[in-house]
Nanobody, 125 residues
Framework: QVQLVESGGGLVQAGGSLRISCAAS????????MAWFRQAPGKERESVAA????????AYADSVKGRFTISRDNAKNTLYLQMNTLKPEDTAVYYC??????????????????WGQGTQVTVSS
């Protein structure tokens, strides 16, 4: 079992930056692949970024490439998402997810068994 708790969301102006975190407990994050997803009102939950258990493999949605960076600190059991040059269309609830080890980072929701409760990110224009 893995428990995930996101934090760091908030209101930011367009062009600004924000870093959100996901603290894991119950099992060390070094034994799971992890990812960030987001869901805007009336839209499907979509993958934003994913990272392998070692941290060496990362993958990003086209919409955030070059602006967002996913990272993990296995010693602190924490996953991060650094978001720069934020746009109003980045407004959503951001969810942290964890799943079985895989050689490559996974974007599909079915690859993850554990989910956090989400943190709201709002970007004003």
């Amino acid at each position: 079992q893995v428990q995930l708790v996101e934090s760091g969301g908030g209101l930011v102006q367009a062009g600004g930056s924000l870093r959100i975190s996901c603290a894991a407990s119950g099992r060390t994050v070094s034994s799971v692949n992890m990812a960030w997803f987001r869901q805007a009102p009336g839209k499907e939950r979509e993958s934003v970024a994913a990272i392998t258990w070692t941290g060496r493999g990362t993958a990003y949605a086209d919409s955030v490439k070059g602006r967002f960076t996913i990272s993990r600190d296995n010693a602190k059991n924490t996953l991060y998402l650094q978001m720069n040059t934020l746009k109003p269309e980045d407004t959503a609830v951001y969810y942290c997810a964890a799943g079985p080890i895989a050689l490559s980072p996974r974007h599909d929701k079915t690859a993850y068994d554990y989910w956090g409760q989400g943190t709201q990110v709002t970007v004003s224009s």
